[in-house]
């Protein structure tokens, strides 16, 4: 278990339908970041928060969206679902800057298949 | 901004050879440079990283070198094993302060070591 918690694990869904992954980040760790994870694109970034804050985005289509909410459990939402939305979701966590501990703590993600 | 590029992207090797995954950058900013290893099922678990004031780490079988000149770093793995068979990814970011940072990943290699 990293300590990071993603759910659910598995989303089956229609094209058009709307759907929100939930992700909660290590304990202690303010950043939260997504990523999408598909077999041509591999790892492609989507969005990060600190401490409820949007800090840096990536190639997010406008469909999607998400927060970090006071307790810094973060939600992404995806809409308007189309075939290629189909993914795997991974968010991550890191640590406050200022430490030697860079790294990210991923989640073990959310695999969503719209249909 | 920042484009990373990762090669061989499947690589085969016999137990107990080494196997090295090279990779480049093209912002000459970037600072931050960690490899992951995501089994199947799973997601991507940090390795090893090294950051720009550093030309090579070593952790057991598990060596980092950086070129910045060249805008390249490598991921060297000696007396490989089964159980190294995963996909890795390498990635590159600028430091941004205590809020964090945006990793951006190679597209992986998969490696293969057969008995």
């Known amino acids: 278990d990293s300590g990071v918690t993603q759910t659910p694990k598995h989303l089956i869904t229609a094209t058009g339908q709307r759907v929100t992954l939930r992700c909660s980040p290590r304990?202690?760790?303010?950043?939260v970041y997504w990523y999408q994870q598909s077999l041509d694109q591999g790892l492609q970034f989507l969005i990060q928060?600190?401490?409820?804050?949007?800090?840096a985005k990536g190639n997010i289509l406008e469909r999607f969206s998400a927060q970090q909410f006071p307790d810094l459990h973060s939600e992404l939402n995806l809409s308007s679902l189309e075939l290629g939305d189909s993914a795997l979701y991974f968010c991550?966590?890191?640590?406050?800057?200022?430490?030697?501990?860079?790294?990210?703590?991923f989640g073990s993600g959310t695999r969503l298949t719209v249909v | 901004g920042e484009n990373v590029e990762q090669h061989p992207s499947t690589l085969s090797v016999q137990e107990g050879d080494s196997a090295v995954i090279k990779c480049t950058y093209s912002?000459?900013?970037?600072?931050?440079f960690p490899w992951y290893k995501q089994e199947l099922g799973k997601g991507p678990q940090l390795i090893i990283d090294?950051?720009?004031?550093?030309g090579e780490k070593k952790d057991q079988r598990i060596a980092v070198t950086l070129n910045k000149t060249a805008k390249h770093f490598s991921l060297h793995i000696t007396e490989t094993q089964p159980e190294d068979s995963a996909v890795y990814f390498c990635?590159?970011?600028?430091?941004?302060?205590?809020?964090?940072?945006?990793?951006?990943f190679g597209k992986g290699t998969s490696l293969l070591v057969t008995p």
């Open positions: 304990s202690g760790d303010l950043s």
């Open positions: 928060y600190y401490n409820g804050e949007e800090r």
């Open positions: 991550a966590s890191s640590v406050r800057g200022g430490t030697d501990n860079y790294g990210y703590t």
């Open positions: 990635a590159a970011s600028k430091w941004a302060g205590d809020s964090g940072y945006a990793l951006n």
């Open positions: 090294i950051r720009s004031n550093v």
């Open positions: 912002d000459s900013a970037s600072n931050y």
